[in-house]
């Protein structure tokens, strides 16, 4: 089957780098998970098997590899659970995009999962083509079982932790893809000394539960399920696991959070769109090729097109994607617009902007609270890494700064109380 060739010249509105989450089995999973926004989605392909076809693998691993102009390229996979179409299916992946690359250009295989399908076969595979992989766990078992079931509604946990172990074993780059939900909400340190301490995960990434009231599982209603995290509750979650992280674990551990925010306080590009002034460039591939805005988008109205009919790099600069990407900013409240921190919010995702704020403007992040408690609780050690950075110093220097400063003295973080109530060790 012929499919669309890399349009020459490259279209102007095209950005240099963009992110394609592929979804192979599209929502199909072997879990259940209570909060799971993809399963909904089954119904927008109404007896579809959701198996990605070799041409549709073909065409978007040329597209994505083809599309790329920095000298490293990403092919992302995530589900539903894409284990489930076999070791093979991924062998061919790989195979496809080494025949892709240009010469001198890297690949970065990455793939999300639940674990709950993994085998020593599968990790040495995973090992041996350098894949990154991002492990789903909510914390330990007591916490991770609340939502994390399967299909017969039994717990997960201790499968998961079997594959943290297999691919620890194997020495396979895993991230641990933690969700901040109504049940793990309060107990963020016992969450981040499990990951830390009993799994001895390095790269952290703290995802909010924010489901919303529908039948359609689209993004629409203005209420939350009772599993979704409290925006406070979210807030003093990031901020607890922070000053425990500030004076122990910088350079150790890697939260995206606070990668996101030093960036900010940097004033560099940070890693994640949520917290980038605009979007756009985080799109959902679907197993029939077709492309929508976003992952959390993944609904009629936000369909950019097929990519067996319009090459992968038009779809995304077309004007239909930028002007989503560029709504981000565009449709920010003024109450957004006169923030403080701003600078290291602007706004979140969209997907999470159903509330009004104070003076009753439609549009506010419904983890508003949260965001701004945190981010303005992270201000001063934030300024001190800053600070060390433009000298030419580590970031993790701050450690020391701040526990040895003189106990009776106002701490360095900025924080306005005396260094011994503080930071100080
Ligand atoms: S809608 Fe949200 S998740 Fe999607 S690309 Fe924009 S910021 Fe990122
Ligand atoms: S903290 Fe709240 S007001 Fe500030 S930018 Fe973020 S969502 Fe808007």
Redesign the pocket.
Known sequence: MSTPALPVPRPLTAPASFHVLAKPSGPICNLDCSYCFFLSKEALYPGDRFRMSDDVLAAYVRQVVESETSPEVTVAWQGGEPTLMGIDFFRRAVELAEAAARPGQRLLHTIQTNGTLLTDEWCAFLAEHRFLVGLSVDGPAPLHDVYRVDKKGAATFDRVRRAWDLLTAHGVDTNVLCTVNAANQHAPLEVYRFFRDDLGARHLQFIPIVERVNDTGFQEGDTVTDRSVDPVAWGAFLTAIFDEWIVRDVGTVFVRAFDDALAAWVGVPGGSCIVAETCGNALALEHNGDLYSCDHFVEPAHLVGNIMQTHLVELVASPRQRAFGDAKRDT??R??RE?P??FA????CPKNRFVTTPDGEPG??Y???G??SF?THVDGPMRLMAGLLAEGRFADEVMGVLRTAPRNEPCPCGSGRKAKHCHAA
């Open positions: 920010l409240p109450y957004c923030c921190v701003r919010c602007n706004g979140e506010l992040n983890l508003c609270a965001y701004r981010l």
